[in-house]
DNA sequence: ACCAACGTGACTACATTGTAGACCACCCGA
DNA sequence: TCGGGTGGTCTACAATGTAGTCACGTTGGT
């Protein structure tokens, strides 16, 4: 399984799948929240290429479903975060954390 | 100058030179810091593979100088992180947690 | 002075992750 | 039934992450 360990972007489909109901996301939903709040552009390509591998590393899982409140009558794919994705989103944060330890002052900026 | 924002090890070089003293960090010190907070190994290959990208996007920057406590003699790196750098830094923490608002619950587990 | 061991650092090559774009299928409204 | 939007795959490539090896100057022992 190649690495123990999340790029960033991975981090961040993990953390906006997270975000969404709790039942699971929708692909281009997460998408979008990506974009609206790291503010940075997405491809589609992108974007389910790293779904694809989350998948393969069994960090992310997905059942068919019909969205609610849209006119689609057709299934599509509703992701959720596994029990493993969710342990590998937390090492990785706490080793970011366990480096910034007394940096805040310096980190937080007036930007 | 590729991308605009650090990938996650990039990130972790740049908060470890800062936890070393004001006045800059010698390589080996901030290589073992990364491995002791972040629980990982990091070869030197790959470390300072990395410390030239970031001197190549102007994210840090160096002189040379005698460590104090060590009985070496000759001049080594001493590197520091430019404004450019911290700004990166920051904007990259700033993504995250955008996208991480809400999730604390979930996120701290138990581990 | 000589040699081994070590610290520092460059270089090479490769694996993983990040990214864009073309392409396909389906559904829907005009 | 044409065209466009949405959901999705596939291919190819760029950037980042990593190990290993080579080289050289220092240090320390003898």
Known sequence: MTRDFLGEFEQMVLLAILREAKDGAFALEVRR??????????S????????????????????????EDSRRTAPIRRFRVTPVGLEALRSARQA????????????????
Chains 1, 2 share one sequence.
């Open 33 to 42: 929240r990506i974009e609206v709040e790291a503010g940075r552009s997405v």
């Open 44 to 67: 589609r390509g992108a974007f389910y290429t790293t779904l694809d591998r989350l998948e393969r590393k069994g960090m992310v899982e997905w059942e068919e479903a019909v969205p």
């Open 96 to 111: 970011m954390e366990a480096l910034s330890r007394g940096l805040d002052q310096i980190l937080e900026g007036t930007t």
